[in-house]
């Protein structure tokens, strides 16, 4: 076990607090004024610890009603035809960030980006992607996004085009919540993805029970086999760390290192494990 393994923020874990009701009304406004934040949780290389990449999370304080779940923020957006707007926001907002710990703190950091299926608006997309990124002077190496499984295998000629035009482009292709769903293999090898991300209940129950190992081993095998990098994400102990190392996965991403960061406390976060 890497010793940078054994300084796991375990505090900190942010309360959210379940909407009574009223915070949908305001979400447009709130979008216009850019007061959503995005916070920032470290994934690392398994065999070292080193940092390997931020996954950007949306957050939203509504004054009156405190945190905001994001799934039900998102859930919301996909229903209202908000999505392509907070989607848009938060790619912009990402890489202001990245340009911002690079100029003034030297830190050249890659981020992740969740994006919804119905993001996908238009094809000029991925152009959008492309002009944040040369207006920030950012390289497409520190970008990559991150789709559902049910997105990546549902078949879909556009969605097929924008993901290799994305990796044609140069940025991260990631398949998240792998193993969630109920969808077919057939199409895995198809999807141009350079990561794998396994859902969290695998982590979650890998180590105590041999039948996950057997699954996750073989979620790894599958990875390696199509040139994909193999993330766990919800590492929440320390058995469980020493489980996923120990089958092969080469990052790791959890409350057992860190929740996710407002930017100043990521970059304090950073630093910490430079020293
Ligand atoms: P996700 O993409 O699967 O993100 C991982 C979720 O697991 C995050 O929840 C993260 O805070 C949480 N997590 C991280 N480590 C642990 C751990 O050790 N244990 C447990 N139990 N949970 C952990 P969060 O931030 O509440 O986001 C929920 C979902 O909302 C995300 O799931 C993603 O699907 C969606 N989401 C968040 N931000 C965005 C965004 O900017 N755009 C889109 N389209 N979706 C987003
Ligand atoms: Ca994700
Ligand atoms: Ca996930
Ligand atoms: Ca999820």
Redesign the pocket.
Known sequence: MPDAFRHGLQSGR?R?VRPVGGWQADLAQALQREELE??Y?PKLHACDGRLSGV?????WHHPRVGWV???D??AF?ERHRL?VQ??RW?VRAVCRQLADWQRTEGLRIAAS????PL?LDSPSLADYFDEQMREHGLQPDQLSF?I?ESWSLAASGAADDFFRVLRQRGFGLSI??FGSGYSSLSRLWRVPANEL?I??YF??NVAADPAVQIVVKAAVDLAHALGMRLVA????TQAQCEALVRLGCDEL????FS??LPPAQLSLWVRGRMR
């Not at 996954?55 to 957050?59: I, T, Y």
């Not at 994400?233 to 929440?236: I, L, R, S, T, Y």
């Open positions: 942010r959210q995005v916070h949780q996954e950007a999370l949306v957050r779940p994001p799934e923020l998102i957006c999505i907070l989607g938060v980006i969740n994006l919804s993001q991150e559902t998240d919540d991300k859902d969290a982590v979650q994400e919800g590492v929440e991403q959890g409350y057992v929740p996710a």
